[in-house]
């Protein structure tokens, strides 16, 4: 208790796998306080920028109140009944399968188990897939190949322990934040070794000994390499190679491949391999880079060879440990999410298994074949064979690869229901039916984070408007499909002891999902329930698997996956010479629907990019601040252009968060086609071939507004600010009336305009006002504009002449874009401090200005300007062919 009268309250992070406890405060108004869970085994009290932000991002704001059904308000009662009658006749006319869910990794286990019980148990088809297809398929796939089971073998405290930790795709600096700031911890105790694999110089590679650029989409081949030098070299572990099968065979495909096709420098392979071959306690972190390939399943089992081979797997400080995306993922593949398994880990093709399933759930009938993985499903919902969807936490049509033509799959599919907080998302404004859900901090149930550990989300705010919980409305569908008995839910709780009995059936198939200890619970200890790791019951308490050489194949042993190098599947071209990758930036998550709102996250980096080499910057005769149009065989956008060393020469990168909500031109996946790893179906995200040109602007823009406004221009970004909205504008098409367009663009007919226009320069500014209240600013110039617009951002309440001048007055310093999220500190302030008092390290910019000193987020990045912008240290050796 503190002075509100409100207790803190625990829960889970809303964003990603690494699943940090917090602590929330609700002040009784609708707002919220966070801090991190001191007593959290994930995250002991630490959060990153987007967990410290939560509370900025909880309320009414873009909210879905109330059910629609064809664009109009609905009862409850008409929306859940039109979803059940539809779902109902379509079944009956067309069968099972032309029905389909698609779901998500942020849904809660209890959200997750309903779903999926009443698509498989129910409906009777397994067309139920998730954007866990997106994301895990390919480690899903790799593991059960490896392993007989889909689990991950270690546990955090193995990112404490190890001496080398290999990140391989994974830029877990920004995405997997305190995972990250753990292994900095362990680097400064116990020296730790970091080395990253990854075609893009990343905010991970600050600290790392050693950075691996190689060519994209070519992991498998070093890894291979690696298995051969084990070999050669005859480091591999004898006693546990008698647990596993196909050694030999592993190692004669691996001879086939040439380490070269990566394009390393061979001494920098050599080190690679040194290091990790005379380094017991190794971790081999890997994430979208690995997953998001058509080889996808291969790069995880070429991972996983090498652990195999050396023993190196379930043992303190060692093993592979695909790190999940979303807070739920985990749990998704643990209650059978995925149209290719059952529940707990149990096999649709196995007539015992799905025998017991069908008797535990005393269901009519369980599907005998696999449903359609994502792509294939929203193919089958093109072809005309799917004829109902529902679409669940996700936003498919702004995510999918090819997804514009998803979205016209969607919008032409006969009936779409859509279970979402927002109002307005890519998919939402294509359903039929909307549902509102209730969200993060309103909802209750449990979470599995990526070291199996389950944690509760706690509800501390009423759900707005008529929101309901996403496992009450699946459950209520169920009921009015005439499953009465099956869906008589009354609390998660009651769920969770379900989903926790069934794993005791999977258990007694000889499977290690095991959860079956809180299956008698009370509701008070499920709510009590503090974060619990399976298995809860039959394996040593460390919470490891396979050290003791015990696998889940039929003879117990592990399979050694013989894996052979291909290519990404689209080749560059003279038409398409530039390789575009695609991924996150620090502070926003997916498509921003939740970070979007908060002005602190937003102001780390504010709209969409390009980041593009400078040798291709030359080449191509851009400049910097341009916009420039990428195309590829499929569509094509407009981004920023950044120019950096980062990114290899030949290739490109965009972020995947803007969508029609925030820049419509500038969603990436509208370039991704839909090309898919042949085992796991998993997209190859991040190896689309394209074209580069300077976009042809007439004009460019840059605003602020207190309200939202979407211009008709060719390229428009939004992002939130502290007093309203910021904006990027451009356009193709000469305006002659700039007045008249910023008031249609603002929605201000009436407001008081101050404009200065200089028709030989062509730039035009324009302040619309209502008392002495400034409501939007528009800067127009023929070139791309530069003007403080940190400051700008601000709205700060001067004279509209004032704020035309685009500058502030002479006494207060403009801080340039944010880099420390938690207390406001933007890049020209920190470069400023370390020139002028002479810092040399991180810590002492956080002595300084305290950036840095919170969540630790921007840690990488102040790094990275104490080497660029120190004249007093020595930048360190890194090796780095690109560089
Ligand atoms: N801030 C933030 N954090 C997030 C999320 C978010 O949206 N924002 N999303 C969460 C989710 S759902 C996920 S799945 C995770 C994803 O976490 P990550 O996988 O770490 O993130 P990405 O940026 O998608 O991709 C990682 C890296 O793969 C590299 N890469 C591309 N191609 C290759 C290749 O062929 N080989 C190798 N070795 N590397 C390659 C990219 O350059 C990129 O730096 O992040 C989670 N955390
Ligand atoms: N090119 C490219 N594409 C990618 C990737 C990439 O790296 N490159 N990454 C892929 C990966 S790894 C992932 S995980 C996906 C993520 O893609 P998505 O899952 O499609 O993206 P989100 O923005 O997380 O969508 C979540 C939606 O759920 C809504 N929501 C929030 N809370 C709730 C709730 O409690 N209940 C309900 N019913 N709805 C809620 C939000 O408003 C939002 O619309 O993107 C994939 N797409
Ligand atoms: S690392 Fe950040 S985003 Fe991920 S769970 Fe922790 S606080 Fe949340
Ligand atoms: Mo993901």
Redesign the pocket.
Same mark, same amino acid.
């Given at each position: 208790m503190d002075g509100s009268g409100f207790p803190e309250v625990r829960s889970t992070c809303a964003?990603?796998?690494v699943g940090c406890g917090v602590l929330l405060r609700p002040d009784g108004a609708g707002g919220l306080a966070v801090r991190g869970d001191p007593d959290h085994p994930a995250n002991y009290g630490r959060l990153c920028s987007?967990g410290m932000a939560l509370g900025e991002t909880v309320g009414q704001d873009h909210r879905l109140l109330a059910p629609r059904a064809y664009g109009k308000d609905a009862s409850w009662d008409e929306a859940l009944q039109l979803v059940a009658d539809r779902f109902s006749s379509t079944i009956e006319a067309y069968g099972p399968d032309s029905v389909a869910f698609y779901v998500s990794?942020q849904l809660l286990t209890e959200d997750y188990y309903v779903a999926n019980k009443l698509m498989k148990g129910f409906i009777g088809s397994a067309n139920i897939d998730t954007n866990s297809r997106l994301?895990?398929a390919s480690t899903v796939a790799g593991h059960k190949r490896a392993f007989g089971t889909d689990t991950v073998p270690g546990t955090y405290e193995d990112l404490d322990q190890a001496d080398l930790v290999v990140l391989?795709?994974?830029?877990?600096a *920004?995405?997997?934040?305190v995972l990250y700031q753990r292994i900095l911890v362990a680097r400064q105790s116990r020296g730790t070794k970091i080395v990253v694999? @990854?075609?893009?110089r990343?905010a $991970?590679c600050d600290q790392a000994d050693l950075h691996l650029a190689?060519k994209?989409?070519?992991?498998v081949a070093l890894f291979n390499y690696l298995l051969t030098r084990i070999h050669a070299d005859g480091k591999f572990d004898t006693p546990f190679l008698s647990r596993t099968v196909g050694f030999a065979d592993a190692v004669n495909a691996a001879l086939n491949d040439d380490p070269a096709v990566t394009g390393l420098d061979p001494r920098n392979i050599k080190a690679f391999c040194d290091l990790w071959i005379k380094t017991e306690r190794v971790v081999t972190v890997f $994430?979208?880079?690995?997953? !998001?390939?058509s080889s996808g399943t291969d &790069?995880v089992n070429a991972i996983l060879n090498c652990h195999l081979a050396t023993g190196r797997i379930g043992r303190e400080g060692m093993g592979p440990f695909s790190?999940?995306?979303?807070p739920n993922?985990m749990g998704g593949r643990e209650v059978g999410g995925l149209a290719n398994m059952l529940a707990c880990h149990l096999d649709i093709e196995n007539d015992d298994h799905r025998r017991a399933v069908q008797h535990f759930w005393n269901s009519p009938k369980v599907p005998q074949k696999q449903g359609l993985k994502a792509v294939d499903l929203f193919q089958s919902i093109e072809d005309g064979q799917i004829k109902a969807l529902w679409i669940i936490h996700t936003n498919p049509a702004a995510t999918m690869p090819d997804a514009d033509r998803v979205g016209a799959a969607i919008e032409n599919c006969p009936f779409t229901v859509v279970s979402d907080l927002t109002a307005e998302t890519d998919t939402a404004r294509i359903a039929d039916v909307l549902l509102p859900a209730a969200g993060w901090g309103e909802k209750s149930g449990t979470v599995t984070n990526s070291d199996r550990t389950i944690s509760r989300q706690r509800a501390v705010l009423e759900p707005p408007g008529q929101a309901r919980f996403d496992w009450e409305i699946l459950a209520e569908v169920g009921r009015r499909m005439g499953w009465t008995k099956a869906f008589c839910y009354e609390s998660p709780a009651q769920i969770f002891r379900e989903y926790a009995d069934m794993t005791s059936l999977a258990v007694s198939f000889g499977k290690d999902l095991d959860v079956a200890k809180l299956s008698n619970i009370e509701d008070e200890e499920y709510e009590a329930l503090s974060p619990t790791r399976w298995p809860t019951r039959s394996h040593p308490a460390d919470g490891r698997f396979f050290g003791d050489g015990q696998f889940f194949h039929p003879d117990k042993k592990a399979r050694f996956v013989a894996v052979t190098y291909r290519p990404?599947k689209a080749e560059t071209s003279e038409q398409y010479p530039y390789k575009l990758?695609?991924?996150?930036?620090? @502070? !926003? *998550?997916?498509t921003m629907t939740r $970070?979007g709102l908060s002005p602190r996250l937003s102001a780390h980096l504010a709209e969409p990019y390009v980041e593009v080499n400078p040798k291709d910057v030359g080449r191509l005769g851009l400049s910097t601040a341009d916009l420039v149009e990428i195309s590829s065989s499929i569509g094509s956008g407009i981004f920023r252009l950044r120019v950096t060393e980062a990114i290899a020469p030949g290739q490109v990168?965009a972020p995947?968060?803007w969508t029609g909500e925030t820049a419509p031109a500038a969603r990436v996946n509208a370039l991704v086609p839909s090309v898919t790893d042949p085992v796991s179906g998993q997209p190859e995200s &991040?190896?689309t071939v394209v074209s580069i040109r300077r976009m042809n602007a007439a004009w460019y823009g840059f605003a602020v507004s207190v309200d939202a406004a979407s211009p008709e221009a060719e390229y428009w970004a939004i992002a939130k600010t502290t007093s309203g909205y910021r904006m990027e504008i451009a356009g193709k098409q000469i305006i002659k009336d700039w007045e008249s367009t910023a008031r249609d663009w603002f929605g201000l007919p009436d407001a008081v305009a101050t404009s200065i226009e200089d028709a030989k320069r062509g730039t035009f500014r324009i302040a619309l006002s209502k008392g002495q209240r400034i409501l939007a600013v528009l800067f127009v110039s023929r070139e791309p504009i530069t003007l403080m617009r940190d400051y700008l951002a601000a709205l700060p309440e001067v004279a509209p002449q004032q704020i035309l001048s685009g500058r502030s007055s002479a006494s207060s310093e403009d801080c340039g874009p944010i880099v420390c999220s938690c207390f406001d500190v933007g890049l020209r302030t920190i470069i400023r401090a370390i020139h002028d008092k002479h810092l040399m390290s991180v810590d002492e910019i956080g002595d300084t200005l305290q950036a840095g000193t919170n969540c630790g987020s921007c840690r990488p990045e102040l790094t990275d300007l104490v080497i660029k912008h120190s004249k007093l240290i020595h930048k360190k050796t890194k090796h780095c062919p690109q560089e």
């Open positions: 964003y990603c796998g987007k990794g994301c895990m391989v795709g994974s830029n877990l *920004w995405c997997h934040p694999i @990854d075609p893009r990343t $991970s190689l994209s989409g070519s992991d $994430s979208q880079g690995v997953n !998001q390939s &790069k790190v999940t995306g979303q993922a990404p990758n695609t991924g996150r930036n620090r @502070d !926003q *998550w997916h $970070s990168f995947i968060h &991040k190896a």
